[in-house]
Structures are given as structure tokens and as C-alpha cells.
């Protein structure tokens, strides 16, 4: 299973940026439709941290704290396409953001560790001047 994150750049603090991350590939029999998928984060100096993930099913999504409310997680199993939508971006949500794939997640499950998932993205790089 491969993933190429996508959409990163510079923005303002109070604007919006859409992420995307399209995949391809099979895991175990199973395809994009059959994934949990989800965002991590890496500030500078900081660990690798949850954003949101998504099920496989029921649209069901979770987030941090930190961004529930201003970011949406979305899919389109059609396209095999994971999407961010951050809207009120902050200084402190700057960051590498990565998409990432759990290929054995129950069916409304939404994965929020990072040893839950199995695929991982290149990462995107999100800048947001104050």
C-alpha cells in the first residue's frame, strides 16, 4: 500500500488548507475501502502526534482535542483518497502533517496510535505565519 501526501503550504493564521492523500495498493486481500485511515503531526521538536482518523465505516471520525472543531477528516473510497480540512489554522499547528492506512481495523474502529498503523505517507509540510 503506497500514500502520497499532498497540499501542504503556507498560510495565514485564521485561514483554511484542504490536505489530500491519495493511495493505491492492496494489503491482505483488502483495499482502500476496507482501511481505517487517518493524520499524524510532527512540529518541530516534538513527537509525531493523532490528528484524526476515519473508519472504514459509518463515516465515523475522531480527533485530538487540539483541532476538533476546525478539522474535518473525509474520505472518498471511489477516488482511494483521504482528506484533512483545516479551517482556523493556529501558529502552533504548523507542522509535517502524514496520512496513514491501518489494513486490519474493525469496522468503526478509528485507530489514534501510531503502532495501530501499518502504511505511512512521505508527509506534507504546513507553515502558518501569525
Known amino acids: 500500500v503506497q500514500l502520497q501526501a499532498s497540499g501542504g503550504g503556507l498560510v495565514q493564521a485564521g485561514g483554511s488548507l484542504r490536505l489530500s492523500c491519495a493511495t493505491s495498493g492492496r494489503a491482505n486481500g483488502r483495499a482502500f475501502r476496507d482501511f481505517a485511515v487517518g493524520w499524524f503531526r510532527r512540529a518541530p521538536g516534538k513527537e509525531r502526534e493523532f490528528v484524526g482518523a476515519i473508519a472504514r465505516g459509518g463515516g465515523v471520525t475522531s480527533y485530538a482535542d487540539s483541532v476538533k472543531g476546525r478539522f474535518t477528516v473525509s474520505r472518498d473510497n471511489d477516488k482511494k483518497e483521504l482528506y484533512l480540512q483545516m479551517n482556523s489554522l493556529k501558529p502552533e499547528d504548523a507542522a509535517v502533517y502524514y496520512c496513514?492506512?491501518?489494513?486490519?481495523?474493525?469496522?468503526?474502529?478509528?485507530?489514534?496510535?501510531?503502532?495501530?498503523?501499518?502504511?505511512w505517507g512521505q508527509g506534507t509540510l504546513v507553515t502558518v505565519s501569525s
Open positions: 496513514a492506512a491501518d489494513v486490519n481495523a474493525i469496522y468503526y474502529n478509528t485507530p489514534r496510535t501510531e503502532r495501530e498503523y501499518d502504511y
